[in-house]
């Protein structure tokens, strides 16, 4: 990423979620990405000098002194300018809360996009989106499915606000349960279509023996 970024002068987007963080550590040199774009020890001693001669023409034509310093520098600015860090987390529990004490840049050197909850317009086009591929015998089936998927996404999230309410206990459901749910769905259609599709086959087999 630093070699594209900041020898070629490409612009890279770096993506990232919190999935993907099997050691509290990752998150240090994140911020540290963030906030200066310095990542210490990330180069080894032989690997500058291929930096340096990769960076000191475009220095030089920036009116720049060729010093290690001065390239190093313009080296990093490079990076910052065209390395884009794209953060996807989840907001659940305390996990997210401690993570931006720990590492403020998570905050300070970020836009942060937060997804609200999807309106049921929004949830029945993205159930028709996973269900354009599966047949059904009349299409209006395909439309009154994508409706009951998105009503039964909405009541599930009204009875977890009642739960806090009443039992002061969280139920936290997420656009990814409601993918789930879909896929789920689709998966299972496939399944059981095989299955009776099977079925029936060897029932007009026998038939047709007999």
Known sequence: LYTSAGCENKRVVFLFND??????GFLEDINNIL??????????????PAIFDAV??????????????????????RVRANLHVVLAMSPI?????????????????TTIDWFHTWPAEALQEVAMKFLA?????????????????A???????NASTRML?????????????????????????AEKSTELGSAANKLANGLAKL
Request: charged fraction near 25%; aromatic fraction near 12%.
């Open 19 to 24: 999935t993907q963080i099997k050691d509290e």
């Open 35 to 48: 906030s200066s774009g310095v990542v210490p020890n990330l180069f080894g001693k032989d690997e500058m």
């Open 56 to 77: 000191r023409k475009p220095a030089l034509n920036a009116g720049l002194e060729e010093t290690s310093d001065v390239l190093w520098s313009f080296f990093i600015d």
């Open 93 to 109: 529990g305390e996990t997210l809360r401690n993570r931006c004490r720990m590492y403020p840049g998570l905050v300070n050197c």
């Open 133 to 149: 591929q599966v047949e059904f015998s009349d299409e209006e089936y395909r439309v009154k499915i994508s409706s009951v998927f």
């Open 151 to 157: 009503d039964m996404h909405i009541s599930v999230i």
């Open 165 to 189: 309410l009443e039992l002061k206990r969280y139920n936290y459901v997420t656009p990814t349960n409601y993918l789930e749910l879909v896929k789920g769905y689709r998966a299972l259609l």
